[in-house]
């Protein structure tokens, strides 16, 4: 288990050499969210309600999914793709670990420092809303709400891991990952409250495990959305870290195969 704390301390010092680019990316998603409001502030001039929201509601909406969003994300994807392309994975073969419990950790540790800056950035940013913004110190949705975001974080590591796996097949990997974040963030409602949607879409969205890393959560501190709803989605993403593990594992042993056999 030391090795594996290990690598959090290693990772998270590499985060800081990298503390230009984690900033430039930073300044890019504030400005993002910056935009979103904006946008929904002239939609909302000289407008109450727009299905269901007040201008209120949507500014807490955009501010705290995005607060959950940017404090369970994962940026693994690419190292994983990397040390396969590379052929670094064959060192880490051969070491007493288990790989996927070691990005596990040493994603822990990318995100003490990544996470943690956005989480802060977030916080400064919504300083500047508080007039508008709502605040929901309700305990218990409180509590549930940090519940779903640990889960969440473990889905998205499992994610992270599962699409770094594509390199076992492919060098050309980024225009897949940058194509499945933008649907990530379109099924987590990252754009626009999926309840704007059809009954259908949304229910599809709930079946999947994106929304609860950003329009989930968001509806339940706004109160949007009831405590049992809230309680069932957590049993969505458990079943979703049992599929995902199981998938992982069959990919894992078919990737391996075929790293083995080309002999990188």
Same mark, same amino acid.
């Given at each position: 288990?030391?090795?594996?704390?290990?690598?959090?301390?290693?990772?998270?010092?590499?985060?800081l050499?990298?503390?230009?680019?984690?900033?430039?990316?930073r300044?890019?998603?504030v400005?993002?969210t910056?935009v979103?409001?904006?946008?929904?502030t002239?939609i909302?001039e000289?407008?109450?309600?727009? =299905?269901g @929201?007040?201008?209120?509601?949507? !500014?807490?909406?955009? %501010?705290?999914?995005? $607060? *959950?969003?940017?404090? /369970?994300?994962?940026?693994?994807t690419?190292?994983i793709?990397?040390?396969i392309k590379?052929?670094?994975?064959?060192t880490?073969?051969?070491?007493?670990?288990?790989?996927?419990?070691?990005?596990?950790?040493?994603?822990l540790?990318r =995100?003490t @420092?990544?996470?943690?800056?956005? !989480?802060?950035s977030? %916080?400064?940013?919504? $300083? *500047?809303?508080?007039? /508008?913004?709502?605040?929901?110190?309700?305990?218990?949705?409180?509590?549930?709400?940090?519940?779903?975001?640990?889960?969440?974080?473990?889905?998205?590591?499992l994610?992270?891991?599962l699409?770094?796996?594509?390199?076992?097949?492919t060098?050309?990997?980024?225009g897949?990952?940058?194509?499945?974040?933008?649907i990530?963030?379109?099924?987590?409602?990252?754009?626009?409250?999926?309840?704007?949607?059809?009954?259908?879409?949304?229910?599809?969205?709930?079946?999947?495990?994106f929304?609860?890393?950003?329009?989930?959560?968001?509806?339940?501190?706004?109160?949007k959305?009831?405590?049992?709803?809230?309680?069932?989605?957590?049993?969505?993403?458990?079943?979703?870290?049992?599929?995902?593990?199981?998938?992982?594992?069959?990919?894992?042993?078919?990737?391996?195969?075929?790293y083995?056999g080309?002999?990188?």
């Amino acid at each position: 288990m030391k090795k594996y704390f290990t690598a959090i301390t290693i990772y998270w010092q590499r985060a800081l050499t990298y503390r230009f680019s984690i900033v430039a990316y930073r300044i890019g998603e504030v400005t993002e969210t910056l935009v979103l409001i904006l946008l929904w502030t002239a939609i909302y001039e000289g407008q109450e309600l727009i =299905r269901g @929201f007040t201008l209120e509601e949507m !500014v807490t909406y955009v %501010l705290m999914g995005t $607060l *959950f969003s940017v404090a /369970t994300r994962n940026f693994g994807t690419g190292l994983i793709a990397r040390e396969i392309k590379d052929g670094i994975l064959s060192t880490l073969l051969v070491k007493p670990i288990n790989y996927l419990a070691y990005d596990f950790f040493r994603g822990l540790g990318r =995100r003490t @420092f990544v996470s943690g800056f956005s !989480v802060l950035s977030q %916080l400064i940013v919504m $300083l *500047f809303f508080l007039d /508008t913004l709502i605040l929901n110190l309700d305990f218990k949705t409180n509590a549930l709400i940090l519940v779903m975001l640990i889960l969440t974080l473990l889905i998205e590591s499992l994610l992270s891991y599962l699409l770094g796996l594509i390199a076992f097949w492919t060098d050309e990997v980024d225009g897949i990952f940058e194509t499945f974040g933008r649907i990530r963030q379109f099924f987590a409602g990252g754009y626009f409250p999926l309840s704007l949607l059809p009954l259908t879409f949304l229910q599809i969205s709930f079946a999947l495990p994106f929304a609860y890393s950003f329009f989930v959560p968001a509806q339940l501190y706004l109160g949007k959305m009831d405590f049992a709803t809230g309680v069932k989605g957590l049993g969505v993403q458990v079943i979703w870290i049992f599929i995902l593990y199981a998938i992982i594992q069959f990919v894992w042993k078919r990737g391996l195969r075929r790293y083995e056999g080309i002999g990188i």
